[in-house]
């Protein structure tokens, strides 16, 4: 009986320091380690959505020497207006110490250029100028997408027309299968006569045909709306090439035919021509006209040299004002940039990936500190769902709060634009549609 009684005595003491414990763990979640640090120390955290933005459009120019692919194409874009994308390059021979042998004969001469992508409608005819240069290409110079070459005037292409043909990949020339995607430009006569008498010792190094033959310009003539940009991988020597067809005039009956190439080795360069006042009173009032003003409704991004944005939260530095004592920690900063719904059936669709730069006082940009943490924190990205781009600043306002960095403002752009064609229009701060730029930033304030 004395054995029960001790036991039942345990049990109930159990219970109750359990049932102490649990009433002691009632405490709310939020305020355990208070009793840590003095009343004074709490950390606020807070969320804003409302930070002033400044921006506005500008037209920008970029370096375009021996970038990734070749533009040839022109579009007239109810936005943008007209754009005529072509490219300066050099060619080598493919065979050295090349002899056409006695009496031969040209065939034909015909540039042919493997299509790597498109931007556009490629259902529009084109119509191709080939010129080619007076003065030579070289390697070490700094080639931008306004720059230019002087040039003969004489179209070596007579005007050829063409309609890209980006997803045929199959293509039977003569006897040659080809199984890529191709445009075939013929050229002059005069111009393949030109190459095939050349002294053998001028296809004896590559350096020596380029003083003989300094290379072409192509370019393509307006079109009237829509149209195409077409990509061109100019370095695939297996599908862009210069041919030269041609026959010895003892046998008629066995062709020939010899290659020129494009290489790493060789310089070329994009170049492009745009007429804005062909573009949306919008566009033409802010960025021709300089109504600056107009980019609190909508801004735009054009790739090829076109069109970058600048975009400053101007009350930064104010953050602080009211602080004394205190420390603002900025816990997360996003810059969310919708896309205009002006462009949703648009054949001009919105490129896949962005870029966001610091701007120093001179103008120079520099890589954000939020880039370094990688591009799936950074953003940058285009969300067809939500049609919008999105870009982490956090390191960046930060570093402007606290003076680190001046407040001289971002710079928006478009990823690539040397070698692609693509555009956006961006809702701005006070756009009339529902979706705006905006700055969300969620910040604790710390007392000391």
Known sequence: ??????????????????????????????????????????????????????????????????ATSALLGATKDPVFGATEAGFYTQFRPSVAGQSFGNNPVLDSLVLQLCISGYYGDTMVMQTVHAYT?????????????????????IDQANSHHFSPRPRTKVHI??????????????????????????????????????????????????????????????????????????????SPDKPMRYSFYVTSSDAYFNHFDHDYTQGSPDFVSQLVDGQEALGQSSVYLQAMGGVRTWVKFPNLSHWTDSLEGSHLVVNEAKLILPASTILTDSIFKAPSNYILLGFNADSTTYLLPDYYEGLSYFGGTYDASSQSV???????????????????????????AAYNASRLVINGPESNEMKKMHLEVTYSIVNE
């Open 390 to 416: 999105t870009f982490r600043v956090t390191e960046y306002l930060q570093s402007v709060i606290m003076e680190k960095k001046e407040n001289v403002g971002l710079c928006l752009g478009i990823n690539g």
């Open 133 to 153: 240069l007076i003065d030579s290409l070289t390697m070490d110079s700094s080639y931008y997408s306004h720059s230019s070459v002087a040039m003969e005037n």
């Open 1 to 66: 009986m004395k054995k029960h009684h001790s036991t039942v005595f345990t049990y109930l003491a159990w219970i109750g320091t359990l049932a102490l414990a649990f009433a002691s763990c009632k405490k709310s979640p939020e305020t355990i380690g208070n009793n840590l640090i003095s009343d004074n120390n709490y950390i606020g955290v807070y969320h804003t959505d409302t930070t002033a933005i400044v921006c506005h459009s500008y037209f920008d120019s970029i370096s375009t020497g021996n």
């Open 173 to 250: 020339i003569g006897n040659d299968t080809v199984t890529q995607p191709i445009i075939r430009i013929p050229l002059s006569q005069a111009l393949g006569n030109y190459l095939m008498t050349l002294d053998t010792t001028a296809y004896s190094r590559p350096d020596l045909f380029k003083q003989h033959f300094k290379g072409l310009y192509l370019t393509c003539a307006p079109v009237s709306m829509d149209g195409a940009i077409s990509y061109i991988n100019l370095t695939n020597n297996t599908y862009s090439l210069l041919q030269l067809y041609y026959h010895n005039a003892a």
